[in-house]
């Protein structure tokens, strides 16, 4: 089978081409991972900007959602999990609950306790 060759086509008639009509469109990838509710989530988007996306983290998980320090795949050992809703280290439990939870947060609500557990 032949192929035709394509005419050539400047950058600024590409731009302006129809996304349906784009043979080759730019993808741009970004991922980062959050922690939240005591779990580290990995977030993945295409097509936007990085300001875009720091907004959508924003907006999705408040604007004091952080990214964990890189380390080398693992945490340390030593280090209790941090609470994702006020940033502190978690305590640990005497007993695990009926969920497996051996960590809790022991921030001030209101007139109770925060409630993350991990």
Same mark, same amino acid.
């Given at each position: 089978?032949?192929?035709?060759?394509? *005419?050539?086509?400047?950058?600024?008639?590409? !731009?302006?081409?129809?996304? $349906?009509q784009q043979l080759f469109a730019p993808r741009i990838t970004m991922s980062t991972t959050v922690?939240?509710?005591?779990?580290?989530?990995?977030?993945?988007?295409? $097509?936007?900007?990085?300001?875009?996306?720091?907004?959508?983290?924003?907006?999705?998980?408040?604007?004091?959602?952080?990214?964990?320090?890189?380390?080398?795949?693992?945490?340390?050992?030593?280090? *209790?999990?941090?609470?994702?809703?006020?940033?502190?280290?978690?305590? *640990?439990?005497?007993?695990?609950?009926?969920?497996?939870?051996?960590?809790?947060?022991?921030?001030?609500?209101? $007139?109770?306790?925060? !409630? !993350?557990?991990?």
């Amino acid at each position: 089978m032949k192929y035709a060759p394509l *005419p050539p086509i400047s950058a600024a008639d590409a !731009e302006n081409e129809p996304a $349906d009509q784009q043979l080759f469109a730019p993808r741009i990838t970004m991922s980062t991972t959050v922690a939240y509710r005591g779990r580290q989530l990995l977030i993945t988007a295409e $097509d936007l900007s990085a300001d875009k996306f720091c907004d959508m983290l924003d907006k999705r998980f408040g604007a004091t959602a952080s990214a964990p320090p890189a380390t080398n795949g693992q945490a340390p050992a030593d280090a *209790p999990p941090i609470c994702p809703s006020h940033r502190k280290a978690m305590k *640990p439990m005497k007993f695990a609950d009926k969920q497996g939870h051996t960590f809790m947060c022991t921030a001030k609500v209101g $007139d109770g306790w925060c !409630e !993350e557990r991990a």
